[in-house]
């Protein structure tokens, strides 16, 4: 009777291993599973830009910033924003300016480590967590990007528009941000410090 029972179980998906444990499984074909996959990057991606959304980025922010903790290495994290960016969308367009916003997201994956995240956090303003990485290699890397974005103009159709950022750049090293919510905000205020002093610069928090 038990055999019979587990059989008539499994046609259904369930696996009963005993009275109080019992495996659920259920079988998902190609078109489910590319479905499932597109409702993933729905959630954790941006439409525009292709990379993470600020929810993903906040939510891995949470952990990165426990394991640093915890571990005592360093994390570091680069906030982005484009200059005078609606110049471009009244100049150019609310195309031209998506187009931007795509060009500085693929600029940022390509400058970027495999491991770290490249997050766009609202707006014109993106964001990186970089593992492992000490205040020094952050500014290293903020300023190599800047650099490269200031050299080379965005294209769009026939136009080269020319783009400028600013970052803010805070450090987690010895415990010395008791939260994430403080580590962002470190990093804002860079941020807002290299926007009122001119932008297209670095400022370190």
Do not use: W
Not at 63 to 87: C, W, Y
Not at 139 to 154: F, M, S
Not at 185 to 190: F, I
């Amino acid at each position: 009777l038990f055999i019979n029972l587990i059989k008539k179980k499994r046609k259904r998906g369930i696996q009963e291993i005993s009275s109080s444990t019992i495996f659920k499984f259920a079988y998902q074909d190609n078109v489910e599973n590319v479905f499932h996959k597109e409702l993933y990057k729905m959630a954790v991606l941006d439409a525009v830009t292709g990379i993470y959304n600020k929810r993903f980025f906040l939510d891995r922010l949470k952990e990165e910033f426990s394991h640093a903790k915890r571990f005592n290495i360093p994390l570091s994290l680069l906030m982005m924003d484009v200059d005078f960016f609606k110049k471009v969308n009244d100049t150019h367009g609310h195309l031209a300016g998506d187009c931007a916003l795509a060009y500085l997201a693929k600029t940022l994956k390509d400058m970027v480590r495999g491991e770290d995240i490249v997050a766009r956090y609202g707006g014109e303003e993106f964001s990186v967590i970089l593992r492992g990485t000490p205040r020094k290699g952050a500014h290293l890397l903020a300023e190599r990007i800047r650099k490269q974005v200031e050299t080379h103009p965005c294209a769009f159709e026939d136009k080269k528009m020319p783009l400028t950022i600013s970052f803010g750049v805070a450090t987690l090293d010895s415990g010395n941000y008791k939260t994430y919510e403080a580590f962002i905000e470190a990093s804002d205020k860079a941020l807002y410090t290299s926007k009122h002093e001119g932008r297209n610069r670095t400022t370190m928090a």
